[in-house]
């Protein structure tokens, strides 16, 4: 069976961090791009980060650049998210997605491009 499970979400004070992990099942992570977004209450999902098969292109919305690194550990399957210096408005869900494809490119903020999404993880930032 096919499938992505994120970890590591949880509630944080601002300036904190988290480390999200992304493993996946039923496939070799290692062949594909694979993507974070995250969506808050009453808004759209939205890019964090993506990662290329090969590591040769790692991409980041501006909003996190900077805060958020993106790794990949292939023996373990997984795709991690490290998040520093977080914000109230890095609260949402997070998720990782498959692209089907194994490289970022210049789409990759668009959803559409990813074919598996995991069930989500909740990050929430607050005092």
């Known amino acids: 069976q096919l499938q992505l499970v994120e970890s590591g979400g949880g509630l944080v004070q601002p300036g904190g961090s988290l480390r999200l992990s992304c493993a996946a099942s039923?496939?070799?992570?290692?062949?594909?791009?694979i993507g974070w977004f995250r969506q808050a209450p009453g808004k759209e999902r939205e890019g964090v980060s993506c990662?290329?098969?090969?590591?040769?292109?790692?991409r980041y919305a501006d909003f996190v650049k900077g805060r958020f690194t993106i790794s990949r550990d292939n023996a373990k399957n997984t795709v991690y998210l490290q998040m520093n210096s977080l914000k109230p408005e890095d609260t949402a869900v997070y998720y990782c997605?498959?692209?089907?494809?194994?490289?970022?490119?210049?789409?990759?903020?668009?959803?559409?491009?990813?074919?598996?999404w995991g069930q989500g993880t909740q990050v929430t930032v607050s005092s």
């Open positions: 997605a498959r692209m089907e494809s194994w490289a970022c490119g210049s789409r990759w903020v668009d959803r559409h491009m990813y074919g598996l």
């Open positions: 039923g496939f070799t992570l290692e062949n594909y791009a």
């Open positions: 990662v290329s098969s090969s590591d040769s292109s790692i």
